[in-house]
């Protein structure tokens, strides 16, 4: 079974970016869509971004549309989240996580989660 290992969060000043990446260990999911949720303090899990297996259907909540981008790389069981004009509100820990099904915006739509990584955006 997959395991997912997110990492690439940090600290930055709002307006900066980051690069997250997921990487897969044990079999490949290059025929899954994925996913990346972001949960602060005290709030629910929520969504940020989803993408089909081939990369090709990307989705994301309005809060990030035009700030983040999601993308994937099958051959190298990777998943990326780019984060441009970050904002303070974007502090969260950032997790990946594999789809199991055709919704792909609620948590309960995923069946493989990584560990998470912490993402702070100072103002």
């Known amino acids: 079974q997959v395991q997912l290992v997110e990492s690439g969060g940090g600290l930055v000043q709002a307006g900066g970016s980051l690069r997250l990446s997921c990487a897969a260990s044990g079999r490949s999911f290059s025929s899954y869509p994925m996913g990346w949720f972001r949960q602060a303090p005290g709030k629910e899990r929520d969504f940020v971004a989803a993408?089909?297996?081939?990369?090709?259907?990307?989705y994301y909540a309005d809060s990030v549309k035009g700030r983040f981008t999601i993308s994937r790389d099958n051959a190298k069981n990777a998943m990326y989240l780019q984060m441009n004009s970050l904002k303070p509100e974007d502090t969260a820990v950032y997790y990946c996580?594999?789809?199991?099904?055709?919704?792909?915006?609620?948590?309960?739509?995923?069946?493989?989660w990584g560990q998470g990584t912490q993402v702070t955006v100072s103002a």
């Open positions: 993408i089909s297996w081939s990369g090709n259907t990307p």
């Open positions: 996580a594999r789809g199991q099904g055709l919704r792909l915006t609620t948590r309960y739509d995923y069946n493989v």
